[in-house]
């Protein structure tokens, strides 16, 4: 399969959490953070991905990658991996912290309308974690989000 894009969206987190959300949310029968759980590092809502950070406050790196079929894995040590399925009717998707809303860009898709697989990877957790007690890091924890179509 191949990889089609990368983008980058540096995006904040507030009490350890992050979410993919369509950003058509008219449809969506919760909106973030209502039923975000900080129990696992990954879950699905309905047009939605919940992520638990490992730091309180902090800003994080996002990079998102479009495959055109299953993505590889990719190389290097990660901390977490999960896999998920997301429905995206917009074809963005919006990056929102708990209580600071979303980020100022968003990951586009290139097929609205469409439910798309997603291998999310976190790396620097404990980094970030301990110096989230003394301050505000930016970029310690690091996502790579891959999406293919589903």
């Known amino acids: 399969m191949k990889l089609l894009e990368t983008q980058h969206v540096d995006a904040d987190v ?33 047009g939605r991905i919940d992520l638990t950070s490992a730091g309180h406050t902090q800003t994080v790196s996002f990079d998102a990658e479009i495959w055109s079929g299953p993505a590889q894995v990719p190389c ?7 896999t998920a399925r997301i429905e995206c009717r917009s074809g963005e998707l919006r990056l929102w912290a708990v209580a600071g809303g979303p980020a100022p860009r ?36 690091q996502y790579l989000a891959q999406f293919w179509p589903g």
């Open 14 to 46: 507030d009490f350890y959490g992050l979410s993919l959300q369509d950003a058509d949310d008219g449809w969506l029968p919760a909106m973030f953070p209502e039923g975000f759980a900080q129990r696992q590092f990954l879950s699905e809502q309905p």
């Open 76 to 82: 290097g040590e990660w901390d977490e991996s999960a």
């Open 106 to 141: 968003s990951i586009v898709l290139p097929h609205p309308s469409a439910t798309w697989n997603v291998r999310v990877r976190c790396r620097g957790r404990a980094a970030a974690a301990r110096a989230c007690r003394v301050g505000v890091p930016h970029g310690l924890e």
